[in-house]
């Protein structure tokens, strides 16, 4: 009866800690999606600038070289535009993206759809470097948050492990 107690002390303890990981995960997934985010945007403005090649092409070209999280984004948006405009496609695929994105950075993201398929290369090449710079701001204020955060949860579930571990002994 005591080994059976102690399995199910051990079995919380891990619990606990494993969820205390999975919490502070998400500051890293966010961290690494708005980077992947940040060199998809470089690539797209490059492929704009010298390419001139049609923004679905280059979605679907983005949607292939960069991570699953962030190239989601680009594909959903290139096969939504099929039936929509490119400004609607975009923001409706960001809305729907499933990643680590807060609202602020969706909503940073959703600027780039202002002037997307609107206007000329140089208006779209300005609109893409305004939204990377707001997607730079986002990204630090990712950072400092994942530095602050990651370690307090998987610390944090740890400690309630072992508290709730004590008070059952």
Do not use: H
């Not at 999975?22 to 999606?33: A, F, I, Q």
């Not at 929509?84 to 969706?106: I, Q, R």
């Amino acid at each position: 009866m005591q080994i059976l107690k102690y399995i199910m002390l051990f079995f919380i303890l891990v619990g606990c800690s494993l969820i205390g990981r999975y919490l502070s995960k998400k500051y890293v997934v966010r961290v690494k999606d708005l980077e992947e985010m940040k060199n998809a945007l470089n690539i797209f403005k490059s492929k704009v600038k010298f390419t001139y090649a049609p923004i679905p092409e280059i979605f679907g070209e983005i949607a292939k070289n960069i991570d699953y999280n962030v190239g989601q984004v680009f594909e959903k948006s290139k096969e939504k535009m099929k039936t929509k405009t490119a400004n609607t496609a975009w923001e409706e695929a960001v809305e729907e993206s499933k990643n680590g994105f807060t609202k602020e950075d969706k909503y940073v993201l959703k600027t780039l759809s202002k002037l997307l398929g609107q206007t000329d290369i140089e208006g779209q090449v300005s609109q893409i470097e305004i939204t990377e710079k707001f997607l730079e701001s986002q990204l630090k204020e990712a950072q400092k948050e994942k530095e602050k955060n990651e370690k307090l949860y998987s610390k944090l579930g740890t400690t309630i492990g072992l508290a709730i571990v004590i008070i059952l002994c």
